[in-house]
C-alpha cells in the first residue's frame, strides 16, 4: 500500500482540519482531469481524489506543485481550518 490516501483511509484516521479549491481549479483550468493533476506532481489519481475530498493532506512540497500548477499562491488552494 504505498499510495498514502489508502493508508489513511485504512488506519481510520480523521480528516485534515484543511480544506481546499482543488476541485475548482481543475475546473477553471479547463476542466483537468484528476489524472492530468496527477501526472503534473508526480502523484496518483487516487491521492487527488482523497485531497478533494478533504481525507488527505499532500506534503508541503507537493502542495506548492499543485498551486504551481494553477498559478496561484499556496494560500490560494489550501487554508487551514483547525
Known amino acids: 500500500m504505498s499510495d498514502p490516501a489508502e493508508a489513511g483511509a485504512v488506519m481510520g484516521k480523521a480528516p485534515p482540519p484543511i480544506r ?3 476541485r475548482e481549479l481543475r ?3 479547463g476542466e483537468m482531469t484528476q489524472a492530468d493533476l496527477a501526472a503534473r506532481i508526480g502523484m496518483t489519481r487516487q491521492t487527488i481524489v482523497a485531497m478533494e475530498q478533504g481525507k488527505y ?3 508541503l512540497e507537493a502542495a ?4 504551481q500548477v494553477f498559478g496561484v499562491e499556496i494560500g ?3 487554508q487551514w481550518e483547525g
Open 27 to 29: 475546473f477553471h483550468a
Open 57 to 59: 493532506s499532500p506534503s
Open 64 to 67: 506548492f506543485r499543485i498551486a
Open 76 to 78: 490560494e488552494v489550501f
Open 20 to 22: 481546499n479549491r482543488i
